[in-house]
Nanobody, 122 residues
Framework: EVQLVESGGGLVQAGGSLRLSCVAS????????IGWFRQAPGKVREIVAC????????HYADSVKGRFTISSDDVKSTVYLQMNALAPEDTAVYYC???????????????WGQGTQVTVSS
């Protein structure tokens, strides 16, 4: 059974930083694309970062480029999202997601966790 458990969310002031973690189990972590997406009320779900297993590259949404960094520890089956220079528009529930292929998905992951709330105050 695939399980993804996120942690690290919270309340932060604009300009601050947070680091999200996601521990995965139930599959071979290094084999599949893994990343983060967010969902804010009234907004479209957005994949913010993903690690492709085809070439090992990180992919980012334009809205977070230069501010967010995704990384993984394949030994610990953990993926991280370092978020810097946070802004109120980054407020959302952040989910860790895993796909069933080596490529980052265009729209959504096949599996995801329960999510962790990130709130950025102005």
């Amino acid at each position: 059974e695939v399980q993804l458990v996120e942690s690290g969310g919270g309340l932060v002031q604009a300009g601050g930083s947070l680091r999200l973690s996601c521990v995965a189990s139930g599959f071979i972590f290094s084999r599949y694309a893994i990343g983060w997406f967010r969902q804010a009320p009234g907004k479209v779900r957005e994949i913010v970062a993903c690690i492709s297993r085809s070439d090992g590259r990180q992919h980012y949404a334009d809205s977070v480029k230069g501010r967010f960094t995704i990384s993984s520890d394949d030994v610990k089956s953990t993926v991280y999202l370092q978020m810097n220079a946070l802004a109120p528009e980054d407020t959302a529930v952040y989910y860790c997601g895993m796909d069933e292929t080596i490529h980052c998905p265009s729209y959504e992951f096949v599996y995801w966790g329960q999510g962790t709330q990130v709130t950025v105050s102005s």
